[in-house]
């Protein structure tokens, strides 16, 4: 028989934000972009901020605002690089991390898979609070193949409940497919299941004008935030995170903008059952409560059909 759990016997949780809004604790999180965008020095950056007790500013309506402190924390590192000391460990070192709180990896000589009890004996000897792994093609299991639906759910499932029992934040960085013209949630690595099977994906770019950018790209929290954040270096490479300004950027979409365009275009050939909406918009990584503001900004209408189920229709 079927496990059957009900709502009021669950306590409701709040998310306990390595990174607000894009990296949770006791989650998966990808990072994806073109390689030299600047995705790995990101995270490291991120992780050297960590490593002193600093959490990234977090993003709410488009502006910054300072974190609150945190704990000092620790990340293990997983690369297939062939030596670390003047590449990754240069990187956190120059962002002024704190080298007792980086651990990784033994490189090629000790190449580790994901495994999962490799996986929580690593998480368990070094305390770590955020795990990197960069690229996460390389540590998929010997003869794993990528495409296989099936065996990724399993590696994937794997991971959200290592994440989950032990609280940590497990970042897996990649490259980004050829498909230039695909939806943004499409052109990570894989099969579309695995952007499914995560809670957040962010996205690592570099506009026309060479300047970098990190946004949200699927974000399964209410706090989440479309509204892309500049990446900033300076003349030692050290990176800092910039508001932008949309009206210098009319592109780039901000996140109640992108659910209104989505809503208008399913309302565009009639009505449709709220419950159906909510359901598209979600596989698009839009909660309810945005697609309720979009809503009210295209002036959608609220009617019920003839079989009383609540419906919305272009006003």
């Known amino acids: 028989m079927a496990i059957i759990r009900w709502g009021h016997e669950t306590p409701i949780t709040d998310i306990d934000w390595l990174w607000k809004p894009y990296i949770p604790f006791g989650k998966v999180t990808i990072v994806e972009g073109d390689g030299g965008d600047g995705k790995t020095t990101m995270i490291l950056t991120v992780a050297a901020m960590l490593s002193?007790?600093?959490?990234?500013?977090?993003?709410q309506d488009g502006h910054l605002y300072d974190a609150e402190p945190i704990e000092p924390c620790t990340t293990f590192y997983l690369t297939n690089e062939d030596e670390i000391s003047d590449s990754s460990l240069k990187r956190f070192n120059r962002a002024g991390g704190d080298m007792t709180r980086f651990a990784f990896s033994g490189e090629l000589e000790y190449h580790m898979t994901l495994k999962e009890d490799e996986l929580r004996d690593v998480i368990s000897a070094t305390a770590a609070r955020l795990v990197i792994i960069d690229p996460f093609q390389s540590f998929l299991p010997e003869g794993t193949n990528f495409g296989s639906i099936t065996r990724m759910r399993s590696i994937f499932t794997m991971l959200a409940n290592v994440a989950k029992s032990t609280g940590a934040a497990i970042v897996l960085v990649g490259h980004l497919n050829k498909n230039e013209g695909s939806k943004d949630i499409h052109r990570g690595f894989g099969s579309a299941d695995i952007a499914a099977s995560v809670r957040s994906i962010l996205m690592v770019e570099i506009d026309k004008h060479r300047n970098r950018f990190v946004r949200a790209i699927k974000s399964n929290f209410d706090e989440s935030d479309y509204s892309p954040i500049q990446l900033v270096f300076d003349d030692l490479r050290r990176l800092?995170?910039?508001e932008v300004n949309l009206q210098d950027a009319p592109s780039v979409e901000t996140k109640i903008d992108r659910?209104?365009?989505?809503?208008?275009?399913?309302?565009?050939?009639?009505?449709?059952?709220?419950s159906e909406i909510n359901e598209l918009m979600e596989e698009e990584g839009i909660g309810a409560k945005t697609t309720q503001r979009a809503r009210a900004q295209i002036g959608a209408v609220l009617f019920y059909d003839e079989h009383n189920i609540p419906c919305w229709k272009l006003g």
């Open 259 to 274: 659910a209104s365009y989505l809503l208008e275009s399913l309302l565009a050939d009639g009505s449709m059952p709220v």
């Open 240 to 242: 800092s995170f910039k």
């Open 52 to 59: 002193n007790g600093q959490r990234p500013p977090t993003l």
